[in-house]
């Protein structure tokens, strides 16, 4: 599975920035792939793209439109599957973030058939994986971990990439999620993936590369979470990473979801390195990225250096605020310079 | 899902036992469930129940027919068809423990239609579960863990259940494998369920009970087991056990399917308390299930009193060769009496 780009992004006519989030987290990350956006009448959200019909994206080479936005319930609504079937008519490929399958909208499906092109349902997953196997794999890897799910785990291996693609690495993001499968193009949503091959799927995702090809991979869950512990222990073992960052968001309380408390990051390097040690003996925790949104500029600094204190002087940075030079240079430390 | 009994057990024409050992599995298990067998001509595997044709078998007022056989590749022959088809006619339900879906083939998703009967794919589910939640129910729970897969879980489960029943205590067994799902009429095979749910799906398999009940839930996989650890994971979240049970098949030298060395047992009892504390703070070991069928009966004795006195006097057994009653001598320690 490969979503081809340029992009076209379809925004429905949603009544808010919030539900065209998956469309805003594609333009943050991949601007360059992104040659415009469609709004119907009435629509609230703007990625800062220019507006462009389908026969325009067409014309300027768009190979995929994807359906970034998501309208209340979930659902595809009636007067968005014209557009659809539009795009599909006019050449290009059709991926979409929402939770009902494309292909199981008859006018889709047909359209998709008629045109021979394909559809992309990033919530779902058509690959056959086989179970993990554990061996180990040429390349490194990096895996982003969190104490919490929705801590930053996406945007902190996304960020991670970029800072080491600019200072000379090769490196690549693989994703786990839905969003982050658009921005990469590839990838699967662990979460959807049947239980018994969480694992081999994660093996798929950051397959054997060349011995100085890092791969970043997006985090999932927390091996702390009551509910989703085991997509997390399954991406762990499946992804053997070299070195992993632990994302933390401090002022959460209880962990999302329910009433279970946050661990420590203490907790999460420990358990992370006790059980990934199974697929990679040399695992080591490279950094920490907190959220410091609620803390002042000078407050936030003071937090991160007590933070990397705690931790055996470990780089603490908020990759929004102070970027990931420092993660990078720890990487540089241990596993030397690209 | 509740798979009525009495159960009819249809075992084809395979050609061995093994190709029949859902089918015998149900008979150790339960025999007072199972009318008879049904066996197409040239069938080698024998449960030692009555021959039963279909008819014979609704005058005796069985509820289900159960395909407790497996020809190679998986698939359902198409000689086996017309006797699910009759099964359906004469009003019976239909359980299979098949990789191919009863309702995928349209001669019997017409029959069942007609008749109104239900299909039962006990490798699939159809649920649909909610995320775990992580909170306390009433009930007490016991959960078979492993060093590996395939080293007895499901027999331990099944022989504590029946040990504890003998000795007076409530409880029930609760089947995560589709062998377990069928002795049990209930249940779910874990390893089929979407990744999201797998601790929210051993909530559902283990729900709140009366508070002097005891679950007695059949483990899957193991923690150090690089394909399955995450479904291991989120069961032991989802089944907050009280007490578990470390199953452990001696001459293992490396997990099942793989390359992975064996973790010890004490390995395994520290990880699940580490693990298990999440969902049950009061998580402790009560026994050792060992499989000492390579041993002599002296040896298997000095061996399970060594590793009764490695392990702080926890109770060794081999549930086949010396039953449970050690380790229900333990629960009655700790918990007490019935």
Same mark, same amino acid.
């Given at each position: 599975m490969?979503i081809?780009?340029?992009?076209?992004?379809f925004l429905?006519d949603?009544?808010?920035a919030?539900?065209?989030k998956? &469309?805003?987290?594609?333009?943050?990350?991949?601007k360059?792939w +992104?040659?415009? =956006?469609?709004?119907l009448?009435?629509c &609230?959200?703007?990625t800062?793209? &220019?507006?462009m019909s389908?026969?325009?994206?067409?014309?300027?080479?768009?190979?995929?439109?994807?359906?970034g936005a998501?309208?209340?319930?979930?659902r595809l609504?009636d007067h968005w599957i014209s557009?659809i079937?539009?795009?599909?008519?006019?050449g290009?490929?059709?991926?979409s973030g929402?939770?009902?399958?494309?292909g199981?909208?008859?006018?889709?499906r047909?359209a998709?058939?008629?045109n021979g092109?394909q559809l992309?349902?990033?919530r779902?997953n058509?690959?056959t994986?086989?179970?993990?196997?554990g061996?180990?794999?040429?390349?490194?890897?990096?895996?982003?971990?969190?104490?919490?799910c929705s801590?930053g785990?996406k945007y902190t291996?996304?960020?991670?990439?970029k800072?080491?693609?600019?200072?000379?690495? =090769?490196?690549?993001f +693989?994703?786990?999620g839905?969003?982050?499968?658009?921005?990469s193009g590839?990838?699967?949503?662990?979460?959807a993936?049947i239980a018994?091959?969480?694992?081999?799927?994660a093996?798929?995702?950051?397959?054997?590369?060349a011995e100085?090809?890092?791969?970043i991979?997006?985090g999932q869950g927390?091996?702390f979470?009551?509910?989703?512990a085991?997509?997390t222990?399954g991406?762990l073992h499946?992804? =053997?990473p070299?070195?992993?960052?632990? +994302?933390?968001e401090p002022?959460?309380r209880t962990?999302?979801?329910?009433q279970?408390?946050?661990?420590?990051?203490q907790?999460?390097i420990d358990l992370?390195? =006790?059980?990934?040690?199974?697929?990679n003996p &040399?695992?080591q +925790?490279?950094?920490?990225?907190?959220?410091t949104?609620?803390?002042?500029?000078?407050?936030?600094r003071?937090?991160?250096?007590k933070?990397s204190?705690e931790?055996?002087?470990?780089?603490a940075?908020?990759?929004?605020?102070?970027?990931m030079?420092?993660?990078?240079?720890k990487?540089?430390?241990?596993?030397?310079a690209?």
């Open positions: 490969k081809e780009h340029p992009y076209l992004l429905g949603v009544p808010d919030l539900a065209a998956t &469309a805003i987290g594609v333009v943050d990350w991949r360059d +992104c040659a415009g =956006q469609l709004r009448p009435g &609230a959200a703007d800062g793209l &220019a507006d389908i026969s325009e994206a067409r014309d300027k080479g768009v190979r995929t439109m994807v359906v998501v309208n209340a319930g979930g609504p557009s079937v539009d795009a599909l008519d006019e290009l490929d059709v991926a929402l939770h009902v399958r494309l199981s909208i008859p006018a889709i047909e998709a058939d008629r092109r992309f349902d990033v779902h058509s690959e994986f086989a179970t993990g196997k061996t180990k794999r040429t390349g490194k890897r990096i895996l982003a971990v969190g104490t919490d801590v785990k291996a996304l960020a991670m990439d800072a080491m693609n600019e200072r000379g690495y =090769q490196s690549s +693989c994703a786990t839905q969003t982050g499968v658009l921005i590839r990838g699967v949503a662990l979460d993936v018994d091959f969480i694992s081999g799927a093996e798929w995702i950051s397959p054997e590369t100085d090809h890092w791969q991979i997006e927390s091996l979470h009551p509910s989703f085991g997509v222990l991406l499946g992804s =053997q070299d070195g992993f960052i632990v +994302c933390h002022t959460r962990m999302r979801g329910v279970t408390p946050l661990p420590t990051i907790q999460v992370t390195i =006790q059980c990934g040690q199974l697929t &040399a695992i +925790c490279i950094g920490i990225a907190v959220n949104a609620a803390l002042g500029e000078d407050e936030a003071d937090y991160l250096a933070v204190a931790h055996g002087d470990l780089p940075t908020d990759p929004v605020r102070f970027g030079e420092a993660i990078v240079d990487v540089a430390d241990i596993f030397g690209p």
